[in-house]
């Protein structure tokens, strides 16, 4: 009697895009994700996570879902602006992938890093791959001196409190381990921008591996910054909650 060895399905990989009146850029990133994947060979799905944008962002997505299929394209609206971090909660709900990828609707992260982050996961089977400014080759571009003096200020203030070995701790393109994330993000109680250093630091502490791929973040063409006074305010107070517990 002869016995076959059922071959092993290739990799899912789930990206999640939180929205917000991405209208005139919603568009621009699908098509260049699927690019990517379709180039890379690799099993995709992208869930949009839009909190009830007024500019009709939820209807650009429709339109995508028509053109690429519902099966690639997941839209999983929120009743209104939540958060960021309760936006990946939201859509790690629906994720159907062996793998998340989380990143900036807005087209500050290009997709043509991916395939780089899933090679370094696969060359060291890391739980998570996270890009970064500030590794030889990466960089920003289209700062002005005080972002940029905002951004090294606030990961040299994290390096220094909390040592985590990762070099850039606001960056928000990153590769997961799906059971990775689900185990760290429900300990994660950050708002807004701060929630990216809080998953990388709780991730850490709790033994999971982080490898970095240089990455070059592009500002917003279109749209408004959601960075703001308050936004830098929820950070400090979430750098100072994660150095006094963890």
């Known amino acids: 009697m002869v016995t076959t060895r059922k071959q092993a399905r290739p990799p899912k990989y789930s990206v999640l895009l939180p929205t917000y009146n991405e209208r005139e850029n919603i568009a621009l990133i699908v098509y260049l994700l699927v690019e990517t994947f379709e180039k890379a060979e690799l099993d995709y799905e992208i869930v949009v996570i839009d909190d009830n944008s007024p500019d009709g962002t939820q209807d650009v997505v429709r339109q995508l879902q028509q053109a690429y299929g519902e099966d690639r394209i997941l839209l999983r609206p929120r009743a209104g602006k939540l958060g960021l971090g309760t936006a990946y909660v939201h859509g790690l709900k629906h994720a159907t992938g062996d793998y ?35 590794r030889s080759g990466g960089g920003v571009f289209g700062w002005n001196f005080k972002r940029k003096l905002t951004s090294r200020g606030a990961n040299l203030l994290a390096q220094t ?15 997961f381990r799906k059971p ?12 807004g921008y701060a929630f990216q250093m809080e998953i990388a630091v709780r991730a850490k502490r709790m033994g999971y591996t982080i490898e970095e791929v240089p990455i070059v973040f592009v500002d917003r ?15 400090l107070q979430g750098l100072a909650t994660l150095f006094l517990t963890t």
């Open 161 to 175: 409190l909390l040592q985590p070995g990762v070099s850039d701790l606001t960056g928000s393109f990153r590769l």
């Open 100 to 134: 998340v990828i989380i990143m900036d609707a807005d087209l500050s992260h290009h997709p043509k890093y991916i395939p780089a982050m899933v090679k370094k996961q696969q060359q060291t089977g890391c739980d998570i791959v996270t890009g970064t400014r500030y």
């Open 221 to 235: 063409v279109f749209g408004a910054s959601k960075l703001g006074g308050a936004e830098i305010v929820m950070y």
């Open 180 to 191: 990775c994330l689900e185990k760290v993000m429900p300990l994660c109680k950050s708002r």
